[in-house]
C-alpha cells in the first residue's frame, strides 16, 4: 500500500521580471507520508517557502508561474487546479502556517472573528458552533483565558500568542497536510520550545502529515522524520533526519552541521559556509553550490550532477558519489 499522501516530482516555479527570470524553485523532488514530519532546511533564499507556497496555489501571478511538474495529491494535480478547486483544498485538506504571524493576522479584524471565518467557509456549523470549536482549538494551543483573546486583535497579542493563534486557526477544519512556514523563527528560545511541543503533540494525536520548513538543523533534530537539504532552487540531498545529521554525505548539508554551535568546541566564532547563496537569476553553470564547496572538482562546474541513490531512503545529488 503506497503510504504517500502528497508527491513533488520535477516542480519548477519561475519569476519572470524585468531583469530576467529567477528561478526560485527549480526541479524539486520530495514525497511526504502520511503521519510524518518531513523538513525542507537550507539557507534563505534556496525555495523552501516558494516551494510551499506553490504546492497551494499562492504564488502571486505575473509574475511567478509554475512552468512545469507535478504536484499529487488524491489523484490531483495541483499545479493543474483551477483556483476554484484550489480555494477548496486550502484550509480544508492542506493549511500553512506562516512564517510571520503579524504579517498572516487581519489587523482588523478579532482572532475570534478570524478562526469562525475560517471555519464557517469550509465546514457546515452554526455561527455558536463554529465560535466553540474556534475557543477548544485556542485552547489545545494552551493559551489561557479563551474567551478574553476571542476578543483581542493581534497587535493585542504577543508574538507567541500570535503564533498559537495561526496554529489554531489552520487546525480549524482537520487538514490532512499542515504546512508550517518558520514557525519558530519570530519567537524566543522558551516559546519556541512551547511551539515545537505543539507540533509534536499534534503529529502524535491527530496522525497528521508535517511539511516543515526551516534553516534550523537543530529543530530538524528535534521534530522531524526526514529532511529534504535544498540549494539553489533544487533538492540537494533527502535522507531519514538520523542520517542526515550523523552521516551526511552533500558538502552543503555538511557545511550547515558545522555551523551548528557546539559548546564543546573552544572557538571564538562559529563557523560558517564560506561565500553566499546564489543570485537565482544567475545561477552558476554545473553545480550551484561548487563556487563554496570545499571538495570543488573540475566537473563540478561544468555539468549539474546527477542523482545518486546511497541507500532505498537517502538520496544525493553530488559529483563525488558518481
Aim: charge should be negative; charged fraction near 20%.
Amino acid at each position: 500500500m503506497d503510504n504517500t499522501i502528497l508527491k513533488v516530482s520535477h516542480l519548477k516555479t519561475y519569476f519572470f521580471t524585468r531583469r530576467g527570470v529567477v528561478k526560485a524553485v527549480d526541479d524539486v523532488n520530495f514525497e511526504l507520508i502520511r503521519g510524518e514530519c518531513l523538513c525542507l532546511v537550507g539557507e534563505s533564499g534556496c525555495g523552501k517557502t516558494v516551494t510551499a507556497l506553490s504546492i497551494l496555489g499562492l504564488i502571486d501571478s505575473p509574475p511567478g508561474r509554475i512552468v512545469d511538474g507535478q504536484i499529487s495529491y488524491n489523484g490531483l494535480d495541483l499545479a493543474k487546479c483551477s483556483p476554484k478547486q484550489l480555494r477548496q483544498i486550502r484550509g480544508n485538506d492542506i493549511a500553512i502556517v506562516f512564517q510571520e504571524a503579524q504579517s498572516a493576522l487581519n489587523p482588523v479584524l478579532t482572532i475570534g472573528d478570524q478562526i469562525v471565518e475560517q471555519i464557517k467557509l469550509h465546514l457546515p456549523m452554526e455561527h455558536s458552533e463554529a465560535r466553540e470549536r474556534a475557543m477548544t482549538l485556542l485552547n489545545e494551543m494552551g493559551i489561557p483565558s479563551v474567551e478574553r483573546v476571542m476578543s483581542y486583535y493581534p497587535h493585542q497579542l504577543s508574538g507567541g500568542m500570535k503564533q498559537r493563534a495561526l496554529i489554531a486557526m489552520s487546525l480549524s477544519c482537520d487538514p490532512k497536510i499542515l504546512i508550517a512556514d518558520e514557525p519558530t523563527t519570530a519567537v524566543d528560545v522558551t516559546i519556541k520550545a512551547q511551539i515545537l511541543d505543539i507540533f509534536r503533540e499534534l503529529k502524535a494525536k491527530r496522525q497528521m502529515s508535517l511539511l516543515f520548513i526551516t534553516h534550523d538543523l537543530a529543530v530538524v533534530a528535534e521534530i522531524g522524520d526526514r529532511a529534504v537539504i535544498m540549494y539553489g532552487g533544487k533538492d540537494v540531498e533527502t535522507a531519514p533526519v538520523s542520517e542526515i545529521i550523523g552521516e551526511p554525505k552533500h558538502p552543503y548539508t555538511a557545511g550547515l552541521i558545522e555551523c551548528l554551535p557546539d559548546l564543546s568546541k573552544t572557538a571564538d566564532r562559529l563557523a560558517s559556509i564560506p561565500g553566499t547563496t546564489p543570485n537565482p537569476s544567475e545561477m552558476p553553470q554545473g553545480c550551484a553550490f561548487h563556487p563554496r564547496c570545499p571538495k570543488v572538482m573540475g566537473i563540478c562546474s561544468q555539468h549539474e550532477p546527477p542523482e545518486i541513490v546511497i541507500s532505498r531512503e537517502h538520496r544525493i545529488s553530488c559529483h563525488l558519489y558518481k
